[in-house]
């Protein structure tokens, strides 16, 4: 299908919408965790885009951080080492987890990014947590206007909110494709859609996936039906691993990864009030991340998608060293169990090295569970 | 010289007298349905003291079980359940013992908590572990969301919104001890916990001081040890009891200059905790001349507390702990001690399970050494579970690393 080339081009040139942008005179900000408020950033003027790593070693930033520490983590800050970001005029990191916080410390002691910041981020939702976590988002914006010699008014606010809301309605639409049998879209090509928003202009995105979605109905190169499975863990930044389930049988229609659903399930609840405020409150309201003290709403989350999407099977693939994906993951896997739902549970380098042991693990998983039906 | 009994009469009988005794009253009040909770190291524990709850440290309990040398055999228990190897092996020890309740435990075993409380600040895992035990035994747990100190680099310098969170918590602390324990809050109470603590911290520190006297009266095994009363009971008599006695023979010590080893070449500074299941790793570098003469861990759980301003002295003692800041904070700890201690190498080993304990070593090693010429030695080893290193070769190691300080 057409409309999908555009989507795929920006994604294997990960750097090039920031480059151009760049080269027109606009400021770029990266950011790597998913609690990042992106709106304000977008608010400043500036392009946002997640900071992501690359599959294969990670040799540069293993001379700094220990092979015990998060995967990704490593991988994006092997990045910076090898200057894959050195267009960007700022960093912000959060504190959402103890690989975040820390690895923070090495992007300060020896990236060459300049201007770098740590959102600190609470663990939970209560009113409290509400209140403090608005003064934080408040002292990012102020530190972005100052750095970025930007002013982030009231009204720049509610359409950077306006443009996010449609990113994220579009994105659902085009989630939901994959619940029709047979899916209209595959794991891979939604993937592919998904992962480039988060390095473009939303803008861009946004109309890019309307003309996707005026023509897929009609689309003649239907993807093959596969199994339907669900796959869960952290964060997924590239299609390798879903590309490989989809090459021995399998077909993903449903994610609990926080750049798939759940970053876009929750939108801005724009009152009439302070729009920052109500930024503020979507980040600790949405579907949460296990590092948040909520867990079982996350869970019920995974749950209600394995229904909805009418799954077959659940591959758990958790990013070595992620603490709180590992903490929670023998209770999902309980109640994925419970539902009557194979689970497949890996735990893996974040480079996918051992590819082929992968593989056979998945391949027999997928021949396992499509056997049984 | 080799006459001398280089062994503190202070802390002979530690185990038994105090840590043995502090399972056995906590068995005890469960018995008598006193309140017992399990609370994670970070939180503020002053204020289950001035409500009297029995606090339980699973922490402490890890570290007891890797003494008696089957942390491992209960970690292998948590893994067979799906925890995996790469978590934090405190975690999966006392997991472990939950899992493996029928069999002969240490100590009896961890009572079952009434409830549990944890903050965020040292680490994710105490949440999510101990949210692991809240739900295995159907008990409340409180979470202090502790904001990650950036950059404020003392008790003083702390940003102004972290404090007004962390007191808005405080206060929603005490209203969930009044509904767990049904006991009433009582200001006068928590007013003379804090001046215990306060006084307990102020010896400690009196006692790491006389640590900086060549030759080192004291060594990291009786640090370790001692730390025990500023970590879980800073606010009792007995902490101010048992380290006054400290002081005054540590003081002796000084006077008579008798120090920990017998001919004291090499002054170490140790980051992190110790090998739990081998503290004799000490007594090994003493034999070498290496004395460790300050631990990271001693220098980071003191604070002072007004009992006129209880709330927000409790936020500026625990803050701004090392284990809840960037790393800068850890970075000047340990420049201090160095130049304070009259230090010639530091050792910084990393927790296999922990990251908050293992990335940022490297910055921590380039920058004492850029600042003082100092050597450090990273060393990947794990405090409770053996398979992460052995032993051969972790002396290996640090045989090693003292010869380059000798060049």
């Given at each position: 299908m057409e409309a999908l080339q555009p989507f795929r081009r920006i994604l294997s040139n990960r750097h090039e919408a920031a480059r151009q942008w760049k080269s027109r005179g606009g400021g770029v900000v990266g950011w790597t965790c998913t609690y990042t408020p992106e709106e304000v950033i977008y608010a400043s003027g500036a392009l946002p885009v997640m900071v992501c790593g690359s599959l294969g070693e990670t040799n540069l930033a293993d001379a700094y951080m220990p092979s015990n520490s998060c995967s990704f983590a490593r991988s994006c800050f092997n990045a910076a080492l090898r200057g894959e970001f050195d267009y960007l005029d700022a960093f912000v990191e959060s504190t959402s987890c103890d690989n975040r916080e820390k690895t923070f410390d090495m992007w300060v002691n020896y990236s060459k990014v300049p201007n770098l910041y740590l959102i600190n981020m609470p663990h939970t939702n209560t009113e409290s947590a509400h209140q403090f976590y608005y003064q934080q988002v408040v002292k990012f914006k102020e530190w972005l206007e100052q750095v970025l010699k930007s002013q982030i008014s009231e009204d720049s606010l509610k359409e950077a909110v306006a443009v996010y809301n449609e990113n994220r309605n579009l994105l659902r639409q085009i989630y939901d494709l994959k619940m029709?049998?047979?899916?209209?879209?595959?794991?891979?090509?939604?993937?592919?859609?998904?992962?480039?928003?988060?390095?473009?202009?939303?803008?861009?995105?946004?109309?890019?996936m309307k003309a996707l979605l005026s023509e897929v109905e009609s689309r003649a190169d239907m993807p093959r039906e596969g199994l339907r499975l669900m796959v869960s863990g952290s964060v997924m930044d590239n299609t390798e691993?879903?590309?490989?389930?989809?090459?021995?049988?399998?077909?993903?229609?449903?994610?609990?990864?926080?750049?798939?659903?759940?970053?876009?399930?929750?939108?801005?609840?724009?009152?009439?009030?302070?729009?920052?405020?109500?930024?503020?409150?979507?980040?600790l309201d949405k579907v949460p991340s296990s590092f948040m003290y909520m867990r079982e709403q996350r869970f019920k989350h995974v749950a209600e998608l394995a229904k909805r999407f009418d799954v077959d099977g659940v591959i758990m693939f958790l990013i070595k060293y992620c603490d709180t994906h590992m903490f929670d993951a023998p209770y999902l896997r309980d109640e994925l169990k419970a539902?009557?739902?194979?689970?497949?549970?890996?735990?893996?380098e974040h480079s996918m090295s051992g590819f082929a042991s992968l593989k056979t693990r998945i391949e027999a998983f997928v021949e396992m569970v499509g056997g049984v039906q | 010289m080799s006459t001398v009994d280089r062994r503190l009469k202070a802390t002979s009988g530690f185990y038994r007298n105090y840590v043995k005794r502090s399972y056995e009253e906590a068995h005890l009040a469960k018995a008598k349905k006193r309140p017992v909770a399990w609370i994670s190291s970070t939180f503020p524990v002053e204020t289950l003291q001035a409500m009297d709850v029995v606090p339980v440290w699973p922490e402490n309990y890890a570290s007891v079980c890797a003494a008696r040398q089957v942390s491992v055999e209960l970690c292998e228990l948590a893994e067979r359940e799906g925890f995996s190897r790469d978590l934090c092996s405190y975690s999966r020890c006392v997991l472990g013992s939950v899992f493996g309740y029928e069999k002969e435990l240490p100590e009896g075993g961890l009572p079952k908590p009434d409830f549990l409380v944890a903050t965020t600040s040292a680490c994710d895992t105490h949440m999510k572990w101990f949210q692991v035990a809240s739900r295995i035994y159907k008990a409340p747990f409180f979470v202090l969301d502790t904001p990650y100190n950036i950059g404020g680099r003392d008790s003083e310098h702390i940003d102004k919104t972290h404090i007004e969170y962390y007191e808005s918590q405080l206060h929603e602390l005490f209203a969930f001890l009044e509904r767990q324990t049904g006991t009433r809050f009582d200001k006068y109470k928590?007013?003379?916990?804090?001046?215990?603590?306060?006084?307990?911290?102020?010896?400690?520190?009196?006692?790491?001081?006389?640590?900086?006297?060549?030759?080192?009266?004291?060594?990291?095994?009786?640090?370790?040890?001692?730390?025990?009363?500023?970590?879980?009971?800073?606010?009792?008599?007995?902490?101010?009891?048992?380290?006054?006695?400290?002081?005054?023979?540590?003081?002796?010590?000084?006077?008579?200059?008798?120090?920990?080893?017998?001919?004291?070449?090499?002054?170490?500074?140790?980051?992190?905790?110790?090998?739990?299941?081998?503290?004799?790793?000490?007594?090994?570098?003493?034999?070498l001349g290496a004395v460790v003469v300050a631990e990271v861990f001693s220098h980071t759980w003191t604070g002072s507390l007004d009992p006129e301003k209880p709330y927000e002295s409790l936020a500026r003692k625990y803050l701004p702990n090392m284990a809840n800041s960037t790393i800068e904070r850890r970075v000047d700890i340990i420049l201090d001690l160095v130049k304070e201690f009259h230090v010639n190498g530091v050792i910084l080993p990393t927790n296999w399970g922990c990251r908050m304990m293992s990335i940022g070593e490297t910055i921590v090693r380039d920058t004492i050494y850029k600042k003082l010429g100092v050597q450090s030695l990273i060393i990947d080893v794990d405090s409770s579970d053996w398979r992460i290193a052995g032993e051969a070769q972790v002396k290996e190691r640090f045989a090693t690393f003292l010869e380059t300080l000798n060049r």
């Open positions: 029709k049998k047979p899916p209209l879209l595959s794991g891979t090509e939604y993937l592919e859609i998904a992962l480039s928003g988060l390095v473009m202009p939303k803008t861009e995105h946004n109309q890019l691993l879903v590309r490989l389930i989809e090459s021995v049988g399998g077909t993903v229609v449903a994610d609990d990864w926080c750049t798939g659903s759940r970053y876009f399930w929750n939108d801005v609840e724009m009152g009439n009030g302070d729009p920052l405020k109500a930024i503020a409150r979507r980040y539902m009557g739902l194979p689970v497949l549970y890996l735990e893996w | 928590l007013g003379e916990t804090l001046a215990l603590s306060d006084w307990t911290s102020k010896l400690w520190t009196e006692i790491q001081n006389l640590r900086k006297n060549i030759p080192c009266p004291m060594d990291a095994r009786d640090a370790f040890s001692a730390v025990f009363f500023m970590l879980c009971v800073p606010g009792s008599q007995a902490a101010v009891d048992i380290y006054t006695q400290l002081r005054d023979e540590l003081r002796e010590r000084v006077k008579d200059g008798v120090g920990v080893a017998e001919n004291e070449r090499y002054r170490l500074v140790w980051d992190n905790l110790p090998l739990w299941y081998n503290l004799k790793i000490f007594e090994y570098l003493n034999n």
